[in-house]
């Protein structure tokens, strides 16, 4: 494949639906806890922890789970590489949608 | 999925928190009723008690925000212009409006109506305009601009009244703006919400 067609592959771990919206969401703020993030994706509890385990495996988030008063909570927030990769994601998107809308003009 | 729609729910979800608008709007009420001298607030003590309680109202209101749709901190930047028009605007309604009423003997409330065009410009700068700030900041505006206020003792005093009334009708559109998003605060259970819990 070429060098051009490389750069619009889409990264498997970011694109799947459930992961892109939580990287979306956590791009546009510094920080969100677990029930925010449940309540912008709505995503199931079980789901989404299961995909900030890989997000946070992967180095894309960080994970700080904490006492508030006395209850468990956990605040998600990008990490620098999870910044870029979310950003080129969105890009690659964009490029992909503008090269299917040119090749059905032509 | 929406990129945009996403950015901008998360960006915004914070400002949608409109039940804390009731204490807000109960400050401004109980501050002009003080400053007319109305009923019991006329004692310093029930207008520091009713101080109290909006206080515990809304620390109460903010934690089942927190616990039913989530801590978030927006960015530096979005934080910043919270701040900045926040600041800017409260004062610019606060004592620009005030001092028109002070200086010039107008038939209308220039508190009432530049307050108005303070919180519409608040809205739209930190939340988004929508027609429900402006129907109701709008009726707030004209309200202000209407020459009845011409024969009352103390304009500004009256003036707390509306703009009380207007902060807390926003705050409930607001609110049922947030519900409608994202669903009602029974629809999702918060306890052990966390990784691996």
Redesign the interface.
């Known amino acids: 494949m070429s060098e051009g067609n490389d750069e619009l592959l889409l990264d498997r771990l970011i694109h799947e639906p459930g992961r892109l919206a939580i990287l979306t969401v956590l791009s546009s703020v510094q920080a969100a806890d677990f029930v925010f993030l449940q309540r912008t994706t709505g995503l199931t509890k079980g789901n989404l922890s299961s995909h900030l385990t890989k997000l946070e495996e992967a180095g894309l988030v960080e994970i700080q789970k904490r006492f508030v008063g006395k209850k468990p909570n956990t605040n998600v927030a990008l990490t620098l590489v999870g910044k870029q990769r979310i950003a080129r994601h969105w890009d690659q998107l964009e490029r992909l949608k503008r090269l299917s809308e040119t090749s059905v003009q032509q | 999925?929406e990129?945009r729609d996403?950015?901008?729910?998360?960006?915004h979800?914070t400002y949608l928190r409109g039940l804390l608008a009731i204490p807000l709007g109960g400050l401004f009420i109980i501050t002009g009723l003080g400053n007319l001298g109305w009923g019991p607030l006329v004692h310093p003590w029930v207008f520091v008690a009713s101080l109290l309680v909006l206080g515990a109202a809304w620390l109460g209101i903010n934690r089942y925000y927190?616990?039913?749709?989530?801590?978030?901190?927006?960015?530096?930047g979005r934080q910043m212009r919270y701040h900045v028009a926040s600041l800017i605007l409260f004062a610019v309604g606060l004592v620009g409006g005030s001092l028109l009423d002070f200086s010039f003997d107008l038939p209308i409330s220039a508190f009432a109506a530049v307050f108005a065009l303070a919180m519409l410009a608040w809205f739209a700068i930190c939340v988004g305009l929508r027609t429900r700030h402006l129907i109701i900041l709008g009726s707030l505006l004209v309200a202000g601009l209407l020459p009845v206020w011409g024969s009352l003792p103390d304009r500004v005093s009256v003036a707390w009244l509306p703009i009380g009334v207007a902060t807390i009708a926003a705050g409930i559109f607001d609110h049922r703006a947030l519900v409608r998003a994202?669903?009602s605060a029974r629809g999702?259970n918060?306890e052990?919400?966390?990784?691996?819990?």
């Open positions: 999925m990129r996403l950015e901008s729910a998360a960006a979800v927190n616990d039913h749709y989530g801590r978030v901190t927006p960015s530096r994202y669903g999702l918060p052990n919400s966390h990784v691996g819990g």
